[in-house]
């Protein structure tokens, strides 16, 4: 089976603890991460192993609703997941704190595409390398000022 690894990362201009704190709680996916119509932890607030997640996301004009689970946490620093249901999937989340006070943000993918897609693997590592990020941006100005930045065609 094939799989696809892309991984991004970014700096942002705040402590490591206020990247994790949007990181770590699934609930406000939806405020950084594009195509997510809808993401419900259980249980709510900051991921802990065994957390799972239902998500409904919409990606290349196709509707996916994955389920999901937490597999291993160090918390305020990374935890890693993977899909139960859905898309066949998994990755992680990473907050490095910085000498000056900012932090690293790290997320990476795995996704082992289904089908036909299995026949087009360089044009959907650069379209998920493109999403993560996207995300990372969103992820970055959310954090260094408190708001989201959905792209216009999501905003409603």
Not at 13 to 32: E, K
Not at 100 to 129: F, K, N, T
């Amino acid at each position: 089976m094939t799989t696809l690894t892309v991984s991004a990362a970014t700096t942002v201009a705040a402590p490591a603890a206020d990247a994790w704190t949007v990181l770590a709680d699934y609930a406000r996916d939806r405020q950084w991460r594009a195509g997510v119509r809808s993401m419900v932890p259980t249980p709510p607030g900051p991921v802990g192993p065994g957390t799972t997640t239902r998500e409904v996301l919409r990606a290349a004009g196709r509707t996916t609703r994955n389920d999901g689970v937490v597999t291993d946490v160090t918390p305020g620093r990374r935890f890693a997941w993977r899909t139960t249901s859905g898309v066949d999937a998994d990755g992680s989340r990473e907050v490095e704190p910085l000498p000056d006070g900012s932090c690293r943000v790290r997320l990476e993918l795995r996704v082992r595409p289904p089908g036909l897609l299995r026949l087009v693997p360089g044009p959907l590592r650069w379209l998920l390398a493109r999403g993560l990020r996207g995300d990372l941006d969103r992820l970055r100005a959310l954090v260094e000022t408190g708001r989201a930045t959905r792209p216009a065609c999501e905003r409603s």
